[in-house]
């Protein structure tokens, strides 16, 4: 397998990482704007199989001539640019994947089916944390169910150490961050599917050793999920899991106008709130330091005829032996495992498919075993 990872930003670093661990994978190429940025990904990495390239994604003739030289492509830049990029892996008969996060694009990209069959490819969006990793979990607990009630997931990358009124590090991109606090999620309510506004429903979760934590709705890591389950479940939702107060500190960002794309005129210059508000949390909030990630996904319906709970539940913890990130490693290595499972022809058909319709789940958990990545899993039966 010959792999082409576009963007040396952390995730970039964590797929190119996974990559070459893989016997099956021979070549890994880790191409950005800045060639500096790639050669310090090859030299963290420190394998053999990896080289550096040089590519602005906005070139598309040029993109589209190194994908060529590829099995399979990973986008781990920001998710504006995914859209282009898939209909570049059409163009060169390449198999593609993202780290997804905005719905609107993710339909843009499963609107490309018919050209990324006519191709022979896959494309496949939304394949990091959440949306991604979640979205094939989901799946493969609602398939151990007779009838399916709800499915609630519930996700946060935090601090193992938080401070300031925030209580929260970057472990992430902050235009991502912003755009899940502001825009709607997308759930299902009473078997419809619906929008409901991004930072409500607060609610108490009971998360050991952390102690008690806070959820609430927000954009983007349900994904696909309400249109795959319509039909199925009465009420599926996902909300991000932060530590107490979080939601009501930025909560007030929000009510302040700070989120704003409008351009405000002061002392002659315009500038739109949001632009400030993105530098200020790059510059206040803390980057570096260990994190964790929690994954919290809840079912309930029918098994073997009673009424069941089922709970999956995952801490990953930053790796003090490779300096990758929790956020890092639930991130980048789910999207490295499906390319790699794109390559082998693990993935059933082709086309622009959500994951939690055609990736084996099977396979999928037992390759992030392998990483490090295990689930605690909770059966009980219920009155």
Do not use: W
């Amino acid at each position: 397998m010959k792999i082409l990872v576009l963007g040396a930003g952390r995730m970039g670093r964590g797929a190119a990482y996974d990559l070459a661990r893989s016997v099956e994978v021979h070549e890994v190429t880790v191409a950005d704007l800045s060639l500096d940025n790639a050669a310090r990904v090859v030299a963290s990495v420190n394998n053999s199989k990896v080289s550096a390239a040089a590519v602005d994604v906005l070139d598309y003739s040029r993109v589209v001539d190194l994908m060529s030289g590829h099995d399979a492509a990973i986008s781990c830049v920001v998710y504006k640019h995914n859209l282009l990029l898939a209909r570049a892996a059409i163009e060169a008969g390449t198999n593609f994947c993202d780290l997804g996060g905005n719905n609107k694009v993710v339909e843009a990209e499963f609107a490309l089916d018919e050209q990324a069959r006519q191709a022979g490819i896959n494309i496949i969006p939304d394949c990091g944390l959440a949306p991604g990793m979640v979205s094939v979990l989901a799946a493969h607990g609602a398939a151990r169910f007779e009838s399916l009630e709800s499915i609630h997931i519930r996700v946060g990358g935090l601090p193992q150490r938080p401070t300031g009124p925030l209580k929260y590090q970057i472990v992430f991109s902050v235009e991502g961050l912003i755009n899940e606090y502001v825009e709607p999620a997308r759930v299902i309510r009473a078997g419809q599917v619906t929008e409901v506004e991004a930072m409500s429903d607060l609610e108490l979760l009971e998360f050991p050793p952390f102690g008690t934590m806070e959820a609430f709705q927000t954009s983007g890591g349900a994904s696909s999920l309400p249109e795959s389950f319509l039909g199925r479940v009465r009420d599926l939702d996902y909300k991000t899991i932060r530590y107490p107060g979080h939601c009501e500190q930025f909560r007030l960002l929000i009510e302040l106008g700070l989120t704003s794309n409008e351009p405000l005129s002061v002392a002659g210059a315009a500038l739109a709130p949001r632009s400030m508000l993105e530098e200020l949390l790059l510059r206040r909030l803390p980057i570096e330091g260990p994190d964790v990630v929690l994954v919290h996904i809840g079912f309930q319906g029918i098994i073997a005829g009673e009424h069941q709970t089922l709970t999956y539940r995952i801490i990953d913890y930053y790796d003090e032996g490779t300096s990758l990130s929790a956020m890092t490693r639930t991130t980048a290595f789910p999207a490295s495992i499906i390319a790699q499972m794109m390559c082998r022809g693990d993935i059933r058909g082709k086309g622009a498919i959500p994951q939690e319709r055609c990736v084996p789940s099977d396979l999928f958990i037992a390759a992030l075993a392998d990483r490090g990545i295990h689930i605690a899993e909770h059966e009980s039966v219920t009155s």
